[in-house]
């Protein structure tokens, strides 16, 4: 069935997400980038890592607990590798460190060739695919994973979440060859718990196998939902377990105490980990390319080969996002429906901020 929104202008979206940030206590620059992140991901129709979700998170592990601490700043940690640096976040805004890892990142790749940034004690970035996206744009291959805020996913044959949703996003620079970049971005788990509490808002359900009661039973309601399933079974278990592991290596500790800081002992940490890599498209082309191709019509044959042959009705990765930013550029602002309007409106609250007027907004059909 089509769905109505309502189309806010982005500017007053963005004052109203930074005002909410800095009625917590972040700086002016952390609540521009925390609002610039959220007006990315409604543009792109990313729903569930909206400003709603955003707030929600900081509230329950961020700047509302011990997970974040408004103001804090990145230090830089010795390192004896010049293309890898390594950071303390010291608890910072999640989407301020990670657009400052991205470019960091990049400026590295353009010395470099390649370039990695890993993030220690850091906060939640919300929606990964936002930062590669943005690195495709600009040229770049880019990928970036992280430690998700809770264990929140039972492991293949298990029944205990001892897994985050913990993401993979890649971004490749295909906007010459179909309009948009390839961005692959995904949670490992079938949906992220923000489907779950997007579902839970809208009254819908959830798709078989995606998620548990507090028994460990299958459940489709997501009032009853406690934990999440990884998709794929032992696949998508593997690909969560990876997430695990470089946050491992790079300092991160238990996931089933992070962000329960009642269960964080003393000499433990309870924080997430980040890992971001970006290269050069120059440095991994071999210069051969057959009938004479460059590098990037040789990118555009690939994907023409892929999508032909009977294929013509295939997506792409990052065509879905892709076609709501250009919905969203259409209806000349951001589109939110009548529950997150509400939503909204109980930030818009807590921050003592003028409410919005559903009946002020113009509404479109999709």
Not at 65 to 75: D, L
Not at 236 to 252: K, N, P, R, T
Request: aromatic fraction near 10%.
């Amino acid at each position: 069935m089509p769905d109505s929104y309502h189309v806010v202008p982005e500017p007053q979206h963005n004052a109203l997400v930074a005002a909410a940030y800095q009625h917590r206590g972040f700086h002016a620059d952390e609540a521009a980038e925390g609002a610039r992140f959220c007006a990315e991901a409604s543009r792109h129709g990313i729903r569930t890592h909206n400003g709603i979700k955003a707030l929600h998170l900081d509230h329950l592990f961020g700047s509302g607990s011990q997970g974040c601490v408004p103001g804090a700043q990145i230090e830089e940690i010795p390192s004896r590798f010049e293309a890898a640096k390594i950071w303390n976040a010291h608890k910072k805004l999640g989407q301020s460190t990670a657009y400052r890892a991205m470019d960091e990142a990049i400026r590295l790749a353009d010395k470099y060739g390649v370039g990695t940034v890993s993030v220690d004690n850091a906060f939640h970035y919300l929606w990964g695919g936002g930062y590669v996206m943005d690195a495709a744009r600009r040229g770049y291959i880019a990928y970036t994973n992280c430690t998700a805020a809770l264990a929140e996913v039972v492991p293949f044959g298990g029944k205990y979440p001892t897994l985050g949703t913990n993401p993979h996003s890649w971004g490749f620079p295909t906007t010459d060859a179909v309009g948009y970049p390839v961005v692959i971005d995904w949670a490992t788990s079938v949906v992220a718990m923000g489907r779950v509490q997007q579902f839970k808002r809208e009254g819908k359900t959830l798709p078989p196998l995606a998620a548990v009661d507090k028994d460990g039973n299958p459940t489709t309601d997501p009032n009853l939902a406690v934990s999440l399933l990884p998709f794929g079974a032992h696949k998508g278990y593997g690909l969560s377990l990876i997430d695990e592991l470089v946050g491992a290596f790079i300092g991160g500790s238990l996931p089933t105490i992070r962000n329960r800081w009642n269960q964080v002992a003393p000499g433990e940490k309870g924080t997430c980990a980040f890992f971001f890599q970006v290269i050069h498209p120059d440095a991994v082309s071999g210069g051969a390319f057959a009938k004479g191709r460059s590098q990037k019509e040789n990118v555009k044959a690939v994907l023409a080969d892929i999508l032909g042959h009977g294929n013509e009705r295939s997506m792409l990765p990052g065509q879905l996002e892709a076609g709501w930013a250009k919905h969203t550029a259409e209806a000349g602002g951001l589109l939110f429906t009548k529950a997150e309007i509400e939503a909204f409106n109980e930030l818009a609250t807590e921050a003592g901020q003028p409410l919005w007027d559903p009946a002020s907004f113009k509404t479109v059909t999709l």
